[in-house]
């Protein structure tokens, strides 16, 4: 079953704007994971987060969890057209390794 | 260097005939995946060994069976194809220990006519 939700499902913003992409799961994590993929590639890591973490920065990127919630959100900040990717959360609940994906969210940054 | 590698990218076939998409990854990893990514890009897990040991399967038809020869390589044989198999497979590799964070390799679009 699916885990992460994310929304909005798509994001549209011109270049330098924030975007800001919000992930909701159901059941107690490990920790939760953003990864990026580009048009025809493979995914990418971006940024992982502990369950007893509550916010972590590295570069442009900031991801906060809130695990009594069961949510957590990763902002860009200063986007870039570069930045025009979908994007996807996934939990990480501890059972034999597996990653659990959420349907992802299509970022455009408009140059 | 490529860390996580497929192939074949593009594999087009015919319904009923059987294939094997390759897998390898040249990070010293101990666990590697098969992901399912359909056409609306969500992505399931169908199958994860560590150490060549098979530790998670998924539902998936038993037409679909994975072989680890090495801790490095991670095969995917399909027997019968379907078109409902015409998808992006994805390998992934992770460290057992540590936290998951998870390397893909560029994907295989399968399509099936």
């Known amino acids: 079953s699916q885990q992460g939700e994310e929304d909005p499902q798509a994001l549209s913003i011109q270049e330098g704007e924030n975007a800001t992409m919000n992930c909701s799961y159901k059941?107690?994590?490990?920790?939760l994971q953003w990864y990026r993929q580009n048009s025809g590639r493979g995914l990418v890591h971006l940024i992982l987060?502990?369950?007893?973490?509550r916010e972590k920065h590295s570069g442009r990127l900031r991801v906060t969890l809130d695990t009594s919630k069961k949510s957590s959100s990763l902002l860009i900040t200063a986007s870039r057209a570069a930045d025009t990717a979908s994007y996807f959360c996934?939990?990480?609940?501890?059972?034999?390794?597996?990653?659990?994906f959420g349907k992802g969210i299509t970022l455009s940054v408009r140059p | 260097d490529t860390a996580v590698s497929q192939t074949p990218k593009y594999l087009v076939t015919q319904m009923g005939n059987d294939k094997s998409i390759k897998c390898e990854q040249n990070?010293?990893?101990?666990?590697m995946y098969w992901y399912k990514q359909d056409s609306k890009k969500f992505l399931k897990i169908m199958f994860s060994y560590n150490n060549k040991e098979l530790i998670i399967n998924e539902t998936v038809p038993n037409r679909f069976s994975p072989k680890s020869p090495d801790k490095a390589h991670l095969n995917l044989h399909i027997n019968s194809l379907e078109l409902g198999d015409s998808a992006v497979y994805f390998c992934?590799?992770?460290?057992?220990?540590?936290?998951?964070?998870?390397?893909f390799g560029p994907g295989t679009r399968l399509t099936v006519l």
């Open positions: 990070l010293g990893h101990d666990t």
């Open positions: 992934a590799s992770s460290r057992l220990a540590g936290n998951n964070e998870q390397f």
């Open positions: 987060i502990r369950s007893n973490e």
């Open positions: 996934a939990t990480d609940a501890g059972a034999n390794s597996k990653l659990t």
């Open positions: 059941t107690s994590i490990n920790n």
